[in-house]
């Protein structure tokens, strides 16, 4: 079982080929290298023709490779170069519910809680599929582009898409914790190198702040059975 009332991973079907092992490998590889003054270790990945994600701590001269995680894996509070930051604005009550399907059929496929997805896309992006982050997060679930890539979205504004993948990014996560709701939730906001470099949840504001938001939505979607009343700001 998850921890913390969160049902027990399975190996996804055959459009998760991600090698978790290999994640937790690379990452580990990551923690390994880490020595008092010394710059924190990157993490490079690329998915083949196959469908399944490589990782290394190092790109050894192979063009494929692309960087997944850099330095501490923090989300920069500055805007980065060439991003537009687009604010939540859709305030209808429909947008609540407008999503249902694609959350229940992305839950069911990847066996996240229903009520997880919700809760994170509230708090990324208060169901807004044109929001854009400072730093370039986009979409319903804010993925990264090089998330999103590596989660094979190919648009991330797509609603569908966005949610696929990134509850897709969620089993992953899931995975790699072992189930723990709180590192879970904590890795989709400061990446899983974070996470596992300070054996919990990282000692940033932000995160702390947003595994306790994620929690409590999830919380509210959990006892509350219209969602539209649990998704309107306690």
């Known amino acids: 079982m998850l921890n913390r009332e969160m049902p027990a991973p399975s190996t996804s079907g055959p459009s998760l080929r991600v090698p978790l092992r290999a994640l937790a490998a690379a990452l580990g590889l990551a923690v390994l290298a880490l020595h008092p003054g010394s710059a924190l270790a990157d993490i490079f990945t690329y998915t083949d023709a196959d469908g399944t994600v490589h990782f290394a701590n190092r790109p050894t001269g192979d063009a494929r490779f692309k960087l997944y995680i850099k330095g501490d894996g923090r989300r920069s509070s500055t805007t980065r170069t060439g991003v537009t930051p ?23 496929l990847y066996q996240i809680p229903e ?69 879970t939730i904590a890795g989709y906001n400061a990446g899983e190198g974070a996470v596992m470099r300070h054996g919990g949840i990282p000692p940033y504001e932000e995160t702390q702040a947003y595994v306790t938001r994620v929690r409590t939505y999830y919380a509210r979607y959990r006892t509350t059975r219209d969602t539209t009343v649990a998704s309107i700001e306690p």
Do not use: H
């Open 86 to 108: 687009v604010a939540p604005s859709d305030k209808s009550l429909e947008r609540f519910s407008r999503y249902d399907a694609w959350i229940r059929q992305a839950a069911a």
């Open 115 to 183: 009520e997880l997805v919700r809760a994170v896309i509230k708090c990324e992006s208060d169901y807004d599929p044109r929001a854009v982050s400072p730093v370039g997060a986009q979409g319903l679930m804010q993925l990264m582009p090089e998330t999103a890539l590596r989660m094979q979205v190919r648009d991330a504004f797509d609603a569908r898409e966005n949610i696929f993948g990134g509850t897709r990014y969620l089993r992953i996560l899931a995975n790699l914790f072992n189930g723990d709701l709180d590192l």
